[in-house]
């Protein structure tokens, strides 16, 4: 039986993605070859790369708007490096917003002064910061939309002066926002795209070839957006399976449409959390991310027998992060309310019996 899989990533992916994503590790198009034995530049590899690409840009609603989407190796922590080294020359704002915010910082300290604009660390980043200063001469600012640890998510974003870095890993297309604020948007494939082994990377062009330093060309991003995401073998099936669930994201009418089915998911969950007092939400409700809730059991004695109870249900990935501990469900794209559904049923069922 298939599982409600709410694991924060990877993750849940659509059933149709993965059944054509099997069939082509069999046969591409019935070529008479695997998918993963063709060359990368093959022309039904190039295609696939180009296709993934553009279709990224669409659903943005970035075509034509001087961006450029890459589809890269290393992860959303790479490019925590890459970010840094493209762009840092002397100074970088970043927002302190958990624990990958804090390793981007960490990573952006070998390149030059790191200003931490902002910073929730001392309540263990359970809300965002909203008001604080961006001092006018920074390289860029970097913030982190959603903060899959901690169940946060960014609602609105700073309007600077200075170029806007995102790291979306764990919300990208998921809602609707003006896509065109941000100069550079990465995100690791494992949540709302495909399997872990590739990054998005889109970025406004004209931010780049601004450091003085000389840059590594694996690490370069205008190397790879001269050679088309293709400046060493990329990672095709990852790739594959992007595209694949970019064109289904699209089919089924794109990040409006799945947004009010993510705002159904959500709003079912936490009204659960808030109504059932079994449950207490970890984030500061205002902050409350639409794809990880994070909540703990308010007695630990009822521990065991919620866990036996969800488990029974079908639902798996639902710990939280060791580093906050209760629960974490996460509800990227191809989760359905269903699954929902059948996760809040277990906790009011729980109350019930109590
Ligand atoms: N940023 C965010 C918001 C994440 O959730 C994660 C991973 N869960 C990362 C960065 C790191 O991604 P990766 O493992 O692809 O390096």
Redesign the pocket.
């Known amino acids: 039986m298939k599982k409600h899989n709410f694991s924060?990533?990877p993750c849940i992916l659509p059933q149709e993605v993965l059944l054509k994503a099997s069939e082509a590790v069999q046969d591409y198009n019935g070529s008479g070859l695997s998918l993963i034995e063709m060359s990368h530049r093959s022309k039904e590899f190039v295609e696939i790369m180009e296709n993934a690409r553009s279709l990224a840009l669409e659903l943005l609603g970035l075509e034509g708007k001087g961006y450029k989407a890459l589809f890269l190796q290393?992860?959303?922590?790479?490019e925590f490096v890459r970010v840094a080294y493209n762009l840092l020359e002397t100074k970088a704002g970043y927002l302190n917003t958990g624990t990958?915010a804090n390793?981007a910082i960490k990573e952006a300290k070998f390149f030059g002064e790191v200003v931490e604009v902002a910073s929730s660390k001392n309540e263990n980043y359970n809300h965002i910061p909203k008001i604080f200063g961006v001092p006018n001469d920074l390289d860029y600012l970097h913030v982190?939309s959603?903060?899959?640890?901690y169940g946060t998510q960014m609602k609105t974003f700073p309007k600077v002066n200075v170029p806007l870095v995102c790291?979306m890993?764990?919300d990208i297309f998921s809602k609707q926002i003006d896509f065109s604020q941000f100069d550079l948007i990465y995100a690791?494939a494992?949540?709302n795209m495909g399997p872990?082994g590739t990054?998005l990377v889109v970025i406004k062009e004209d931010i780049l070839g601004k450091v003085t330093r000389k840059i590594p060309s694996i690490l370069d991003y205008q190397v790879s957006i001269a050679k088309e995401s293709m400046f060493n073998t990329p990672a095709v099936f990852p790739i594959y399976v992007s595209m694949l669930t970019l064109e289904w994201l699209k089919g089924i009418g794109g990040i409006s449409v799945i947004e009010e089915i993510n705002n159904k998911k959500a709003q079912l969950l936490y009204s659960e959390i808030d109504l059932n007092p079994l449950f207490k939400g970890y984030a500061n409700i205002e902050d409350r991310s639409t794809m990880n809730a994070t909540f703990s059991i308010t007695d630990e004695k009822l521990k065991p027998a919620f866990d036996a109870a969800w488990k029974e249900a079908g639902i798996s990935g639902i710990n939280g992060h060791r580093s906050i501990g209760g629960y974490r469900a996460s509800m990227y794209n191809a989760l359905t309310l269903e699954s929902v559904g059948v996760l809040v049923d277990v906790m009011s069922e729980m109350e019930r019996k109590a």
Not at 146 to 149: G, V, Y
């Open positions: 924060a990533g290393g992860g959303a922590s790479m990958w390793n982190t959603n903060n899959t640890i790291d890993s764990s690791g494992q949540k872990a990054e």
